[in-house]
């Protein structure tokens, strides 16, 4: 009778927890998405403001050089067409509504449609930004969480000091001297581009070779704040109760590390990929440029030397989702790894 009544409720107690906070998880994302409807709008507000208030005149950007020998007319005719000198709301509405439609506007530094610069580029950036951030974690769950159980140590002491010394250094001096060691002075890696001067096509072998060095440099970047997160959470979690009532349980050190300890400093952990992801996307930027990649982060400076509103206003709207898609994906996840955690709230 006493064994089994525990067992047998949450037995029915289950599905209706699921039902609870699968609706749970509706409700923080309908929260969130009313939250991301006033970001988005003053994002976008702030970028066309900017973009109104530039003296550079849109129709001579976008003649470029025939800018010098076109005549007067035709700037004007093209003043007209883009409606240049409508009053701003109506120019505002204007631009939200093409983008809503999924017209991103004319990049003037690339001379060709904002979408397509994004479709061409995103895929690049993702892929850089995803295989560093999943670099990032691995070794920082694996050296934090050895640090935090030698905690005092050799190498707790010789990691904190690298991680302090490595957390200090500008992303892009990092990847200037990988380039002079690895690529100039070794010759083990090449120094930039996505593939070879003599490729005729795009091998995943080569990408991946040339990918090594930038990918590298940003998860180095990256790295120290969580491997000290993970540390000083994994050393704190190592005191809790129910860890030391495993270890009194004679439990292997490994079970009682990587099964207990770490378990719970995850939680945490996980509010912190998602609150520090633009600096990460912001970390992608200098990276591309410094390594000539066919990235947004490059297009994105081009864009900001060229005065290219179009393509800065579309590639920062694309951030700020980005952003807030993490933020939301961080909240589900923290829920789904705790069921402490209400949802409905």
Do not use: C
């Given at each position: 009778?006493?064994?089994?009544?525990?067992?047998?409720?949450?037995?029915?107690?289950?599905?209706?927890?699921?039902?609870?906070?699968?609706?749970?998880?509706?409700?923080?994302?309908?929260?969130?998405?009313?939250?991301?409807?006033?970001?988005?709008?003053?994002?976008?507000?702030?970028?066309?403001?900017?973009?109104?208030?530039?003296?550079?005149?849109?129709?001579?950007?976008?003649?470029?050089?025939?800018?010098?020998?076109?005549?007067?007319?035709?700037?004007?005719?093209?003043?007209?067409?883009w409606g240049v000198d409508d009053p701003l709301p109506v120019q505002y509405l204007?631009?939200?509504?093409?983008?809503?439609?999924?017209?991103?506007?004319?990049?003037?530094?690339?001379?060709?449609?904002?979408?397509?610069?994004?479709?061409?580029?995103?895929?690049?950036?993702?892929?850089?930004?995803?295989?560093?951030?999943?670099?990032?974690?691995?070794?920082?769950?694996?050296?934090?969480?050895?640090?935090?159980y030698r905690r005092g140590g050799w190498f707790d002491r010789a990691l904190r000091?690298?991680?302090?010394?490595?957390?200090?250094?500008?992303?892009?001096?990092?990847?200037?001297?990988?380039?002079?060691?690895?690529?100039?002075?070794?010759?083990?890696?090449?120094?930039?581009?996505?593939?070879?001067?003599?490729?005729?096509?795009?091998?995943?072998?080569?990408?991946?070779?040339?990918?090594?060095?930038?990918?590298?440099?940003?998860?180095?970047?990256?790295?120290?704040?969580?491997?000290?997160?993970?540390?000083?959470?994994?050393?704190?979690?190592?005191?809790?109760?129910?860890?030391?009532?495993?270890?009194?349980?004679?439990?292997?050190?490994?079970?009682?590390?990587?099964?207990?300890?770490?378990?719970?400093?995850?939680?945490?952990?996980?509010?912190?990929?998602?609150?520090?992801?633009?600096?990460?996307?912001?970390?992608?930027?200098?990276?591309?440029?410094?390594?000539?990649?066919?990235?947004?982060?490059?297009?994105?400076?081009?864009?900001?030397?060229?005065?290219?509103?179009?393509?800065?206003?579309?590639?920062?709207?694309?951030?700020?989702?980005?952003?807030?898609?993490?933020?939301?994906?961080?909240?589900?996840?923290?829920?789904?790894?705790?069921?402490?955690?209400r949802l409905d709230d």
């Open positions: 009778m006493t064994t089994s009544a525990p067992t047998a409720a949450p037995a029915k107690a289950t599905p209706r927890r699921r039902t609870r906070r699968l609706a749970g998880a509706g409700a923080v994302v309908r929260r969130r998405l009313l939250v991301a409807v006033p970001i988005l709008a003053a994002t976008s507000v702030g970028m066309f403001t900017l973009g109104a208030a530039s003296p550079i005149d849109p129709a001579q950007q976008y003649a470029g050089a025939a800018a010098f020998t076109t005549s007067e007319e035709n700037l004007a005719q093209i003043r007209a067409n204007r631009w939200v509504g093409n983008l809503l439609q999924g017209d991103l506007g004319w990049s003037t530094s690339r001379h060709e449609p904002v979408t397509s610069v994004l479709a061409a580029r995103a895929g690049w950036t993702l892929l850089l930004v995803g295989a560093a951030l999943a670099l990032v974690l691995v070794a920082s769950l694996l050296l934090g969480t050895l640090a935090a000091a690298t991680a302090y010394a490595v957390q200090s250094m500008p992303v892009f001096w990092i990847g200037l001297a990988a380039i002079a060691l690895f690529a100039l002075t070794l010759g083990w890696l090449p120094a930039g581009g996505l593939t070879d001067i003599t490729a005729t096509g795009t091998d995943p072998a080569d990408v991946a070779r040339h990918l090594i060095l930038p990918v590298g440099v940003l998860a180095v970047a990256q790295t120290p704040w969580f491997v000290l997160f993970i540390r000083d959470a994994v050393a704190d979690s190592l005191r809790d109760d129910h860890v030391l009532a495993a270890r009194a349980r004679g439990l292997p050190g490994r079970t009682v590390l990587f099964g207990h300890a770490l378990r719970t400093a995850l939680l945490p952990f996980l509010t912190l990929v998602g609150t520090h992801l633009p600096e990460l996307i912001g970390g992608a930027v200098l990276v591309e440029t410094v390594f000539s990649l066919p990235g947004l982060g490059a297009v994105t400076v081009q864009g900001a030397l060229g005065s290219d509103f179009p393509l800065l206003a579309a590639t920062t709207l694309a951030t700020t989702v980005v952003v807030l898609a993490a933020n939301l994906g961080t909240d589900l996840a923290y829920a789904a790894a705790d069921p402490r955690v």
